[in-house]
């Protein structure tokens, strides 16, 4: 019970003092996913047609027995999310690199509003349907984690900057060590997030596809 409280009480501490720093990041991603939805508007009609045919193709590519057979699937989402939160930590230590990890929020943000703008505006409620079954599921964890870790990375270079005006030296060990957990913990859920792409997305993107050819 003691143990529980502490844990508690350190969640509430850390979130009263980066709740300013939470708002700004989930702000700036909110952005980034109105930008990616209103670029569909200046798409003209080849390019979307471009677009619609490789989403048919992909719809109707999808096969079960492809995940089960190779890891090359699995290797590649597991691969694109451990370099993403592993580069959002270097930016962090490197304190230079804050503007291209909030590049990085904006950027991830953009392609998600764009995705799945493009499928409810040229699907409709078939692309709402479509868009629950293979973009949400993996992002339930994905996003929290990208949040997590760029709060992470812009409190620690904030922390390192106000110690260099400051012209004092401190050590830093354990903000660092606390940096890197969170970037452990943000990892951790990055895999998980890729288990659920790979072998729970096209599960249901099978049953979302009988939409589109019926």
């Avoid at 503007?99 to 799945?116: E, S, W």
């Avoid at 709402?128 to 293979?134: G, K, L, P, W, Y």
């Amino acid at each position: 019970m003691y143990h529980r409280g502490q844990l508690m009480g350190f969640l509430q501490d850390y979130l009263r003092e980066n709740l300013g720093l939470y708002l700004f990041v989930i702000l700036l991603f909110t952005i980034g996913v109105t930008f990616g939805a209103l670029a569909i508007k200046t798409l003209d009609g080849e390019q979307k047609a471009e677009l619609f045919s490789h989403l048919e193709l992909f719809i109707q590519g999808i096969d079960l027995t492809i995940v089960s057979e190779s890891n090359l699937p699995l290797q590649q989402s597991l691969q694109g999310n451990i370099k993403t939160m592993g580069l959002i930590w270097l930016l962090g230590l490197l304190v230079l690199g804050l503007p291209l990890v909030l590049l990085m929020l904006f950027t991830k943000g953009f392609a998600l509003g764009f995705t799945v703008g493009f499928l409810v505006q040229e699907l409709g409620y078939k692309g709402i349907i479509f868009s629950v079954a293979s973009v949400l599921p993996p992002n339930i964890l994905l996003i929290p984690a990208l949040i997590m870790m760029c709060v992470a990375a812009i409190s620690f270079s904030l922390l390192i900057i106000r110690s260099r005006l400051a012209l004092r030296k401190r050590g830093l060990y354990r903000q660092v060590l606390a940096f890197s957990s969170t970037a452990v913990l943000a990892i951790a859920m990055g895999l998980i997030a890729s288990l659920i792409e790979v072998f729970v997305c096209p599960v249901f993107i099978n049953l979302a596809s009988g939409l589109f050819f019926q």
